[in-house]
T-cell receptor
Framework: EAEVAQSPRYKITEKSQAVAFWCDPI?????LYWYRQILGQGPELLVQ??????VDDSQLPKDRFSAERLKGVDSTLKIQPAELGDSAMYLC???WGQGPYNEQFFGPGTRLTVL | GENVEQHPSTLSVQEGDSAVIKCTYS??????FPWYKQELGKRPQLIID?????GEKKDQRIAVTLNKTAKHFSLHITETQPEDSAVYFC???????????FGKGTKLSVKP
């Protein structure tokens, strides 16, 4: 069964350093999401892609976060510089298309710890 | 924008009992309400969903009900088993793009 892949699974960094996360969606899924999940809370959307285009990045802290999906397949989320408050699980999800009824399939996440 | 409230934050039941988790939403335009289960250390997985043109949906031991007038929906798990222990998240779509707004989660513990 096809699954969303993410790497690394765990990342420990010091504040002010740069970090990057990678996501490979299920083959054929045009829509890709990046979520941040703080411990004890639900996932919060950071950015949504439709193919290679950003559809929604209204909740992305653009002064330090960036995301790209250059060829409309895999995606990278970057944080520079990392801050203590960025410690969280970063989840990637994908779906066949955008719109409310397309099931989102989640990856295993990258747990980021900023020291 | 959409706001989703979820209660309770923790729920403990005996094996075989029923469990109910409730969510309320604020945006009357929301029309899709999925529930995700996240076991410890694993990815969230969709377990059931409901659209606004339906009042109730069942899948074996799991059911979801929706009250559009009151803007609340609930997850019902009957005959609970230890493997039902997990964190459950409700969500509602916040707009035509289908962006999901998640509740804060309910940690369900089923005691053998």
């Amino acid at each position: 069964e096809a699954e969303v892949a993410q790497s690394p699974r765990y990342k420990i960094t010091e504040k002010s350093q740069a970090v990057a996360f990678w996501c490979d969606p299920i083959s054929g899924h045009a829509t890709l999401y990046w979520y941040r999940q703080i411990l004890g809370q639900g996932p919060e959307l950071l950015v949504q892609f439709q193919d290679e285009s950003v559809v929604d990045d209204s909740q992305l802290p653009k002064d330090r976060f960036s995301a790209e999906r250059l060829k409309g397949v895999d995606s990278t989320l970057k944080i520079q510089p990392a801050e203590l408050g960025d410690s969280a699980m970063y989840l990637c999800a994908s779906s066949w298309g955008q719109g409310p009824y397309n099931e989102q399939f989640f990856g295993p996440g990258t747990r980021l710890t900023v020291l | 924008g959409e706001n989703v409230e979820q209660h309770p934050s923790t729920l403990s039941v005996q094996e075989g009992d029923s469990a109910v988790i409730k969510c309320t939403y604020s945006d009357s335009a929301s029309n899709y309400f999925p529930w995700y289960k996240q076991e410890l250390g694993k990815r969230p997985q969709l377990i059931i969903d409901i659209r606004s043109n339906v009042g109730e949906k069942k899948d074996q031991r799991i059911a979801v009900t929706l009250n559009k007038t009151a803007k609340h929906f609930s997850l019902h798990i009957t005959e609970t088993q230890p493997e039902d222990s997990a964190v459950y998240f409700c969500a509602a779509n916040g707009g035509s793009q289908g962006n999901l707004i998640f509740g804060k989660g309910t940690k369900l513990s089923v005691k053998p």
